[in-house]
């Protein structure tokens, strides 16, 4: 007789149901994503270490800010072998205009499904202008050359976190 099923990770990632929690330490389910220049999978970036950094919405101060840090200190996050990958919920065209205004060296997914944004967790009820809105926490993950998640920080304030991230790397 069979045993209990087990939760996919590479099923229907709309539903929170099918889905393998992530955690520090464990293998991150490959995907596959839109992004500016192009399709991206996780198994295609094994050998380097992955910056993954969700914000919550293209053109706005905080996540300006956060694009700006990233992308100031990218030869940094470059010479120790890592990538950096942005994931927000906006369209490929909005992610295009965003990089291009801010010159930003790396590419942005686009998640407007939500896909990503459920594997890791990130969509939260927040507080916006005295309102309840469901939107992104903004958040970063850290995957090894392997594939395995090393260390995650959610509920990211922006002053200071990207050379936290790059100690990190650096130190991986």
């Not at 539903?15 to 995907?31: G, R, S, T, Y």
């Not at 399709?39 to 053109?59: A, C, H, M, Q």
Request: aromatic share 8%; glycine share 8%.
């Amino acid at each position: 007789m069979p045993g209990p099923r087990r939760p996919n990770a590479h099923a229907d990632h709309n539903n929170p149901e099918n889905l393998v929690p992530i955690a520090v330490d464990k293998p991150i389910p490959d995907f596959t994503a839109a992004a500016t220049g192009g399709e991206i999978t996780l198994s295609g970036l094994r050998g380097k270490k992955v910056v993954l950094y969700f914000y919550p919405k293209d053109n706005t101060p905080g996540c300006t800010t956060e694009g700006l840090q990233f992308r100031d200190l990218y030869p940094k996050f470059k010479k120790a072998g890592a990538e950096i990958l942005g994931v927000s919920r906006d369209s490929l065209r909005s992610h295009d205009n965003f990089k291009a205004k801010l010159e930003l060296p790396f590419p942005l997914i686009s998640d407007p499904e939500e896909k990503l944004c459920a594997l890791f967790g990130v969509i939260k009820m927040k507080k916006m202008y005295g309102k309840e809105v469901r939107g992104i926490e903004r958040s970063t993950f850290l995957i090894d050359a392997d594939g395995v998640m090393r260390q995650e920080w959610r509920g990211v304030k922006v002053p200071g976190h990207v050379d936290e991230i790059l100690e990190a790397v650096q130190a991986l």
